[in-house]
């Protein structure tokens, strides 16, 4: 007679459970891009802006960051997480041997005033750093680009773990459901009533428990994330403003432009000649 296999609970007295930290604090990077140069020449670039998070991390001292009249330097001691939405200036008199990566993140949790933040390199920010540096000096191959993939978003991880700050607001997992589908499809139809009938509350309660843990009203985040994934499309592709307005769930390009530049300051053709404009990173 066959023994019935026992099955250990996933979680024991002994351990931390991080289900909630994983669902209401930063979660998963969305890389778009990790690169390494040892000599970038003119490193010079007017109101750097994009939709998107940056990490910095020059091996060589020399270059730094201009931001609202203060200069951050770029040293082998230290690293830069930059906001999206952060407007500053790189400056590089010399040569900039240069790591960045460019990165979406698919959770945000507390809100982040947009302003680069300075982190010391320890150990084992070092380490990871060397390792994603490492694998920039090896054949293109996928198998490469997946190592890439995982041990940038623990440099990334490592990061953020050092970031001093505040607990992120505890939100009802009915409501933590509602975001990760906003945040997941933005393009889709998310009426009001079809995100109340998804959290399984009444159109009116759930408006003022959206707002009150959001601080935002149901309809401006959904507009909100739209606007991003424009931004992305815009920097990323090559699509037509039609085909953006399309997956991003406008009815057509002209409300795109208008809903847009409400958001931005600027229209969405603008926003694009100017991300693609720069060379530098």
């Known amino acids: 007679m066959k023994s019935r296999r026992k099955y250990l609970n996933y979680t024991t007295p002994w ?3 991080l289900t909630r930290a994983a669902r209401a604090g930063w979660s998963a990077f969305l ?3 990790c690169g390494y140069q040892a000599e970038l020449e003119d490193w010079n670039h007017d109101g750097v802006d994009s939709p998107f998070w940056r990490f910095y991390h020059n091996p060589k001292p020399g270059c730094h960051v201009h931001f609202q009249g203060c200069e951050i330097p770029l040293e082998p001691s230290s690293c830069l997480l930059i906001p999206a939405d952060t407007v500053f200036d ?4 010399v040569p900039a041997c240069h790591l960045w990566m460019h990165f979406t993140v698919s959770r945000p949790g507390p809100p982040i005033t947009p302003a680069p933040l300075r982190l010391a390199v320890d150990d084992l920010l070092r380490a990871l750093i060397g390792s994603v540096i490492a694998l920039h000096g ?4 996928e198998a490469r680009d ?3 993939q995982h041990e940038s978003s623990a440099l990334l991880h490592a990061a953020f773990a050092r970031l001093d700050l505040p ?10 459901e509602v975001i990760a589908l906003i ?5 889709a139809r998310l009426s009001n009533r079809l995100l109340a009938a998804r959290a399984g509350m009444s ?10 843990h959001t601080g935002r009203t149901p309809a401006a985040y959904v507009t909100a994330a739209r606007v991003r994934l424009a931004q992305q499309l815009l920097v990323l592709t090559d699509k037509t403003m039609d085909q953006i307005a399309f997956d991003c769930g406008f009815p057509n390009r002209h409300y795109l432009t208008r809903v847009f530049s409400k958001t931005t300051g600027c229209g969405p053709a603008e926003f694009r000649d100017r991300q693609h404009r720069r060379p530098g990173r």
Not at 90 to 93: M, S, V
Not at 167 to 176: H, K, N, T, V, W
Not at 203 to 212: C, M
């Open 15 to 17: 351990g931390v459970g």
């Open 31 to 33: 890389l778009h891009e």
């Open 90 to 93: 790189c400056r590089g008199p």
């Open 138 to 141: 090896e054949p293109a191959s």
């Open 146 to 148: 997946q190592r890439l």
């Open 167 to 176: 607990a992120p607001p505890a939100i009802p997992e009915r409501l933590l």
């Open 183 to 187: 945040q997941r499809a933005p393009h």
């Open 203 to 212: 159109l009116e309660r759930f408006i003022r428990a959206f707002r009150e």
